[in-house]
């Protein structure tokens, strides 16, 4: 059940940070399941099958990656798909400090999972996907700073 990870998130949208961290969260488990998480109460820039998009064309080329959506509890998702470790970003001490609470909460509702944190390279510590959200909306060029394979949907369509 260890080799089997879960990289949950909003991804609206995935940023080459998040690209970054989960390339590297792969290689160290069998299987990675990079989850969109979804809330119906909260509004999105993306919608959920352009997110996913995103995603899959982002990862086409790594054969242990496969996305899935989901609704509800983080912990219910890795008891369905039989995940072991949670991973998740870290970019800064408050990014942290957030993280560690969720993950207390996590563990307490599923006490056999384990999450692990993976440092943001120090490329991308100043990536969000809050700001790039913000050049969107405002018309700016999100290119630099989401995949490739972004960039070329949103080009073609
Ligand atoms: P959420 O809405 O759950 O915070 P996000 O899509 O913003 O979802 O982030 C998902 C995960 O990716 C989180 O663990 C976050 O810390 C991590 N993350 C976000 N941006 C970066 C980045 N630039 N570098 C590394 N990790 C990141």
Do not use: W
């Not at 260890?2 to 961290?21: L, Q």
């Not at 990656?65 to 998702?77: A, D, P």
């Not at 957030?98 to 563990?107: L, M, R, S």
């Amino acid at each position: 059940m260890k080799n089997v990870a879960i990289f949950p998130g909003s991804f609206d949208p995935v940023t080459k940070g998040h690209e970054e961290i989960i390339r590297r969260a792969a290689s160290l488990f069998e299987k990675l399941y990079v989850a969109i998480g979804v809330n119906k109460k909260k509004k999105y820039c993306f919608d959920l099958s352009q997110r996913k998009r995103f995603l899959e064309r982002t990862f086409s080329d790594v054969a242990n990656i496969e996305v899935v959506t989901y609704e509800g509890l983080t912990v219910s998702l890795c008891n369905s798909l039989g995940a072991g470790v949670l991973v998740r970003g870290l970019r800064s001490a408050i990014d942290f400090e957030y993280e560690y609470k969720i993950g207390a909460f996590n563990e307490i509702m599923s006490s056999g999972l384990e999450t692990i944190y993976l440092a943001a390279s120090p490329g991308y510590t100043h990536l969000s996907s809050t700001i790039v959200r913000e050049i969107y909306l405002s018309g700016g060029d999100i290119t630099p700073f989401v995949p490739e394979a972004v960039g070329s949907i949103l080009q073609d369509g």
